[in-house]
């Protein structure tokens, strides 16, 4: 259903975006709150990066206190020093319950032959907690169950709709302009616009993101004033199959933590396979540039029935004619999980009053420097329902809570993690500028290869400089706004790319996901986020 919508059609709540996040949030808006709610997806609304997620939901379901804790402390060991110790407990608090109202609504993890619920180990965990579905098919459950909740009570669905702007009148952010599936331009408008649009994998040669995952919400705050942080920290996932395909296919945290090992060129293991990710990924890049080769090897060969076990890895792998019971799996790290994003308070309200984010698309401050494997679900899930409870409950926000204080008092000196503000010079677009599709393809894809090899797991002034001359570049071939989506993704990877780089420029230090070849040492003065924009 599109079209311009009349004001008598105001509805309570804009959803942009169809993952676990905006999903989840439309899904309470509309059948346990009553709001009047509309979902806005760019393609249909089972095709966000969500379906894509193998592994797993982070929880610690028995409720036991001190495993709870676990849960919290692995996390901030993970975020290198950035989590919001806040939204943190939040996060590992309320994510149990999350997982039982998704449970309640359908949703089928992997049970053992008990007919217990399966829980298992991943990267940075101390103890086994995280759930499948199908295995390695979580997200596509999670997804399958949330789509049909929302197809029975969301009382607008605007699919393949590409959603241009932010309306903002009056200081306040009043829904979106959109252009529907066939090219005509509409406004949704809503007394409240969540933006949950996912990441922006997209920005990278080497993804495990689908196409869609191009940074939409984060560029359109960006161009609106609302505040940014945490960009630098792109999380690349160490084990995506090292072959030709686009998203690379993945190859789960969950076989290492079955006890897949990781070899070099020679057959020798080089990590702790079970440590964090970046870590991991780290380790590898290493490899990868002292042995003068393109993979290292994920020997899966140990693994019991693994195509039982992970039916969607094994089938990934039988397309490239790979048998994981007898050959070890070329593997190298790829551009996963964008862990910075809008800046949110602990109810997901941004800098723009009337304007709230949730999942990828968000700063909460639960991933600080570095997601902990398995809590990109939960995070969705948990604070996608706290955005509607507290406008049901009449919050506007923002509150000096969570990753918020740091955008609010950015300079202060007093805080926990303090806030600074990012400069970030305006971008040359080309205004008037005229650009042909297969010139916008082309040019999408001289960014992913600039920001793969210069802004990917290693990272230098020199690089970050030169990738950051090839953006502008980019820019300067382009309008800033376009009624062709495909150009309006490739001016959002522009505009989310450049906050990046810049961001990732001005970290001088290596923490988590950033790593500075020329900065190798963490700095107790980068204990801060950088926020652009609020
Ligand atoms: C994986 O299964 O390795 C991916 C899970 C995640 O990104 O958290």
Same mark, same amino acid.
């Given at each position: 259903?599109?079209?311009?919508?009349?004001?008598?059609?105001?509805?309570?709540?804009?959803?942009?975006?169809?993952?676990?996040?905006?999903?989840?949030?439309?899904?309470?808006?509309?059948?346990?709150?009553?709001?009047?709610?509309?979902?806005?997806?760019?393609?249909?609304?089972?095709?966000?990066?969500?379906?894509?997620?193998?592994?797993?939901?982070?929880?610690?379901?028995?409720?036991?206190?001190?495993?709870?804790?676990?849960?919290?402390?692995?996390?901030?060991?993970?975020?290198?020093?950035?989590?919001?110790?806040? /939204?943190?407990?939040?996060?590992?608090?309320?994510?149990?319950?999350?997982?039982?109202?998704?449970?309640?609504?359908?949703?089928?993890?992997?049970?053992?032959?008990?007919?217990?619920?399966?829980?298992?180990?991943?990267?940075?965990?101390?103890?086994?907690?995280?759930?499948?579905?199908?295995?390695?098919?979580?997200?596509?459950?999670?997804?399958?169950?949330?789509?049909?909740?929302?197809?029975?009570?969301?009382?607008?669905?605007?699919?393949?709709?590409?959603?241009?702007?932010?309306?903002?009148?009056?200081?306040?952010?009043?829904?979106?302009?959109?252009?529907?599936?066939?090219?005509?331009?509409?406004?949704?408008?809503?007394?409240?616009?969540?933006?949950?649009?996912?990441?922006?994998?997209?920005?990278?040669?080497?993804?495990?993101?689908?196409?869609?995952?191009?940074?939409?919400?984060?560029?359109?705050?960006?161009?609106?004033?609302?505040?940014?942080?945490?960009?630098?920290?792109?999380?690349?996932?160490?084990?995506?199959?090292?072959?030709?395909?686009?998203?690379?296919?993945? %190859?789960?945290?969950?076989?290492?933590?079955?006890?897949?090992?990781?070899?070099?060129?020679?057959?020798?293991?080089?990590?702790?396979?079970?440590?964090?990710?970046?870590?991991?990924?780290?380790?590898?890049?290493?490899?990868?540039?002292?042995?003068?080769?393109?993979?290292? #090897?994920?020997?899966?060969?140990?693994?019991?029935?693994?195509?039982?076990?992970?039916?969607?890895?094994?089938?990934? %792998?039988?397309?490239?004619?790979?048998?994981?019971?007898?050959?070890?799996?070329?593997?190298?790290?790829?551009?996963?999980?964008?862990?910075?994003?809008?800046?949110?308070?602990?109810?997901?309200?941004?800098?723009?009053?009337?304007?709230?984010?949730?999942?990828?698309?968000?700063?909460?401050?639960?991933?600080?420097?570095?997601?902990?494997?398995?809590?990109?679900?939960?995070?969705?899930?948990?604070?996608?329902?706290?955005?509607?409870?507290?406008?049901?409950?009449?919050?506007?926000?923002?509150?000096?809570?969570?990753?918020?204080?740091?955008?609010?008092?950015?300079?202060?000196?007093?805080?926990?993690?303090?806030?600074?503000?990012?400069?970030?010079?305006?971008?040359? #677009?080309?205004?008037?500028?005229?650009?042909?599709?297969?010139?916008?393809?082309?040019?999408?894809?001289?960014?992913?290869?600039?920001?793969?090899?210069?802004?990917?797991?290693?990272?230098?002034?020199?690089?970050?400089?030169?990738?950051?001359?090839?953006?502008?570049?980019?820019? /300067?071939?382009?309008?800033?706004?376009?009624?062709?989506?495909?150009?309006?993704?490739?001016?959002?990877?522009?505009?989310?790319?450049?906050?990046?780089?810049?961001?990732?420029?001005?970290?001088?230090?290596?923490?988590?996901?950033?790593?500075?070849?020329?900065?190798?040492?963490?700095?107790?003065?980068?204990?801060?986020?950088?926020?652009?924009?609020?």
């Amino acid at each position: 259903m599109s079209g311009v919508v009349a004001d008598s059609e105001v509805l309570d709540l804009l959803v942009v975006g169809s993952g676990v996040a905006g999903l989840s949030a439309a899904v309470r808006a509309a059948r346990t709150l009553g709001l009047r709610t509309g979902v806005l997806s760019k393609a249909e609304l089972d095709q966000a990066t969500t379906r894509w997620a193998q592994g797993g939901v982070a929880a610690a379901l028995s409720g036991d206190p001190e495993e709870i804790d676990l849960h919290l402390a692995d996390t901030l060991a993970a975020g290198a020093g950035l989590c919001d110790v806040d /939204a943190v407990r939040v996060l590992v608090d309320e994510g149990p319950t999350r997982v039982e109202d998704l449970i309640a609504m359908g949703a089928q993890f992997d049970h053992d032959s008990e007919g217990r619920l399966e829980l298992a180990r991943e990267g940075g965990h101390s103890v086994a907690r995280v759930l499948h579905a199908g295995g390695a098919a979580t997200g596509l459950e999670i997804e399958r169950a949330l789509v049909e909740a929302v197809r029975s009570t969301a009382a607008v669905l605007h699919e393949r709709a590409f959603a241009l702007d932010l309306l903002v009148e009056d200081g306040r952010c009043r829904g979106v302009r959109a252009l529907d599936a066939t090219g005509a331009s509409f406004e949704a408008r809503a007394r409240h616009t969540v933006l949950a649009t996912g990441g922006a994998g997209q920005l990278f040669a080497v993804t495990t993101n689908p196409p869609v995952a191009t940074g939409d919400g984060v560029a359109m705050a960006i161009a609106a004033g609302v505040a940014v942080a945490d960009l630098e920290f792109f999380q690349f996932h160490p084990t995506a199959l090292a072959h030709q395909s686009m998203p690379r296919p993945l %190859l789960s945290e969950a076989l290492r933590g079955h006890g897949a090992l990781l070899r070099d060129s020679s057959g020798e293991r080089f990590v702790d396979e079970l440590l964090p990710r970046d870590v991991v990924s780290r380790a590898i890049t290493s490899v990868l540039l002292d042995q003068r080769v393109d993979h290292v #090897w994920l020997d899966a060969t140990g693994l019991d029935h693994f195509a039982t076990r992970f039916p969607t890895i094994a089938a990934d %792998l039988a397309r490239v004619g790979l048998d994981p019971a007898t050959e070890w799996l070329p593997v190298a790290p790829a551009a996963h999980h964008q862990c910075g994003g809008i800046v949110t308070d602990l109810n997901g309200a941004t800098t723009l009053p009337g304007l709230w984010a949730c999942g990828e698309t968000s700063c909460t401050g639960v991933h600080g420097a570095n997601r902990l494997a398995s809590n990109s679900l939960l995070e969705g899930m948990v604070f996608g329902a706290r955005v509607v409870e507290a406008i049901a409950a009449g919050s506007d926000g923002p509150d000096p809570t969570g990753a918020m204080r740091a955008a609010l008092a950015a300079g202060e000196e007093d805080l926990v993690i303090g806030g600074r503000r990012l400069h970030v010079g305006p971008l040359p #677009w080309g205004r008037d500028a005229r650009i042909s599709r297969p010139e916008v393809a082309a040019q999408r894809e001289r960014l992913q290869r600039t920001m793969t090899t210069m802004a990917g797991v290693l990272r230098s002034a020199e690089s970050l400089g030169a990738a950051i001359d090839v953006v502008e570049s980019i820019a /300067a071939r382009l309008p800033d706004q376009s009624d062709d989506p495909r150009t309006c993704e490739l001016v959002n990877l522009v505009r989310v790319g450049h906050v990046l780089l810049a961001a990732g420029l001005a970290r001088t230090e290596s923490r988590g996901s950033h790593t500075r070849t020329d900065f190798p040492d963490l700095s107790e003065d980068f204990r801060c986020r950088l926020v652009l924009g609020g």
